[in-house]
């Protein structure tokens, strides 16, 4: 790094990816099957997040680069299982999932006494994750006119940060800036949804119902938060002569527990 004074910084920082990708499938049969899926990938530190060159453009927000940053890696694992009835048209497939990140790219905060922030990305100490899962099932109740489904999903994740307030201004060097104290937000939500659709000759007639819950607790404000997403669907497909079709739909949705609402 060149500045505009004249002087040189020279920082080497040296690293190998290994991103690995990987598939085992085993079929039970035509249309039964249990697979297994991995995916590593990194994620490289902007030039900006890692150039040690202050952004001091709001007095009240300075930032600047962290020149020891490793890229952040990820690994991915997803565990599926799927079946299909030949005979009762009838499917049902579940899922698993798991995504965990190494060294990741978090920010770090820091407040002084007066309220002005200082910024800088960091690579997290904890690793952050986040487990999901799905359970999926449709069949037919009456054969080629009334259609069921149904699925339920839920997932957990905790993600990292570091921040502190009410920091001494003479502790504070934004070239070596102090590690805040480790944010930890934790969440986890729960979905289920279930729809049917009635085919005619003459008319098709569907309506939906989805329920999401979700609860996220941060330990620095130590506060949790509980949020709620109802909606409720339905719409209606009629053919007409000549090939012209009316189609109509009605959507109603509704939400709890969110500050912006």
């Known amino acids: 790094t060149i500045y505009g004074d004249g002087s040189v910084r020279n920082v080497t920082n040296e690293v190998i990816n290994f991103a690995p990708t990987s598939r085992i499938q085993y079929n039970f049969g035509k249309r039964e099957f249990l697979r297994f899926d991995y995916r590593g990938s990194t994620q490289q530190p902007s030039v900006s997040q890692m150039q040690p060159v202050k952004n001091n453009s709001n007095p009240m927000n300075e930032t600047v680069g962290n020149p020891a940053l490793n890229p952040a890696f990820n690994s991915n694992f997803r565990?599926?299982?799927?079946?299909?009835?030949?005979?009762?048209?009838?499917?049902?497939?579940?899922?698993?999932?798991?995504?965990?990140?190494?060294?990741?790219?978090?920010?770090?905060?820091?407040?002084?006494?007066?309220?002005?922030?200082?910024?800088?990305?960091?690579?997290?100490?904890?690793?952050?994750?986040n487990y999901n899962g799905n359970v999926m099932f449709n069949t037919p109740l009456i054969q080629k006119r009334l259609h069921f489904n149904t699925s339920t999903s839920g997932g957990y994740s905790l993600r990292y940060g570091y921040s502190s307030?009410?920091?001494?201004?003479?502790?504070?060097?934004?070239?070596?800036?102090?590690?805040?104290?480790?944010?930890?937000?934790?969440?986890?939500?729960?979905?289920?949804?279930?729809?049917?659709?009635?085919?005619?000759?003459?008319?098709?007639?569907?309506?939906?119902?989805?329920?999401?819950?979700?609860?996220?607790?941060?330990?620095?404000?130590?506060?949790?938060?509980?949020?709620?997403?109802?909606t409720v669907r339905g719409n209606i497909v009629a053919p007409l002569p000549y090939n012209f079709t009316i189609i109509s739909d009605i959507n109603y949705s509704n939400r709890l527990g969110y500050s912006s609402f």
Do not use: C
Request: hydrophobic letters at 35%; proline letters at 1%; aromatic letters at 10%.
């Open 79 to 129: 565990l599926m299982y799927s079946v299909f009835n030949e005979k009762t048209f009838s499917s049902f497939s579940t899922m698993m999932g798991a995504n965990m990140t190494k060294d990741a790219l978090v920010s770090n905060s820091i407040y002084d006494l007066t309220g002005k922030q200082y910024n800088q990305t960091v690579n997290a100490s904890a690793t952050p994750v």
């Open 165 to 230: 307030k009410g920091v001494d201004r003479e502790l504070v060097n934004v070239d070596d800036l102090i590690l805040g104290d480790l944010s930890k937000t934790r969440n986890y939500n729960v979905t289920e949804q279930m729809s049917l659709t009635f085919t005619h000759d003459v008319i098709e007639l569907g309506a939906m119902g989805r329920l999401r819950y979700a609860n996220t607790l941060n330990n620095l404000r130590n506060s949790e938060t509980e949020t709620y997403d109802w």
